[in-house]
């Protein structure tokens, strides 16, 4: 299951996925309550331009979150594409447009489409939210074997702390990290994959 947001970038992923069954595009947005949110993204349109100097990885199409500060953090961190890109950065900033969805909780996408399987692997780039969704993880009947999220610079110190703690008090350990994701593990599931 794919979950994406916005419905430009899910219909993207309907065309790209259309001939592969077991891959599912799920239109929602997962945030910590249900309800409406306003949610923030680039113009596509201006994300297409947004790799300056490079690497050319169309990184600005990822960059939506329910939290308008993190995308211009975002912006921001990048300037290390070249001076036509730092001197377009209040462009980019100004491009950040909204809109209002509605928003459902990640045991709703669960219940929805059946997702329990022991099998289950979760994996959130939902920048700078992460800790809301994963809050969510003691309410779902059957808890992910593996989660993998960021921990990279759209979150602060304490932010990536308490994010680390909120795993481990809910029994999971963290296998491996770099400086933008970490996996973590239930004890069981590990075991299990190991024979």
């Known amino acids: 299951y794919l979950i994406e947001a916005l419905k430009f970038y899910y219909d993207k992923l309907v065309n790209l996925y259309s001939d592969t069954p077991h891959i599912t595009p799920i239109n929602a947005l997962v945030g910590a309550a249900i309800g409406k949110a ?17 690497p050319s990885n169309l990184w600005a199409h990822g960059q939506g979150s329910l939290l308008r500060e ?24 100004n491009s950040i447009k909204s809109v209002d969805l509605d928003m459902t909780s990640l045991l709703g996408i669960c219940e929805t489409y059946q997702i329990n399987s022991l099998d289950f692997f979760l994996v959130l780039d939902v920048q700078g939210i992460e800790i ?28 990536r702390a308490s994010l680390l703690e909120l795993m481990s008090s809910i029994g999971y ?10 996996i973590f593990c239930l004890p069981r599931s590990f075991s299990m994959s190991t024979r």
């Open 132 to 159: 809301l969704i994963l809050q969510q993880i003691p309410s779902l009947p059957v808890p992910p074997s593996f989660v993998m999220c960021e921990v990279d610079q759209s979150a602060t110190d304490t932010d």
């Open 70 to 93: 993190c995308i211009i953090k975002e912006i921001k961190s990048n300037s290390f594409r070249g001076e036509s890109y730092q001197g377009n950065i209040p462009r980019y900033i």
């Open 173 to 182: 350990v963290k296998l491996a990290s770099d400086t933008s994701d970490a």
């Open 38 to 54: 306003k949610f923030f993204y680039i113009d596509p349109d201006i994300a297409q331009e947004m790799d300056g100097d490079g």
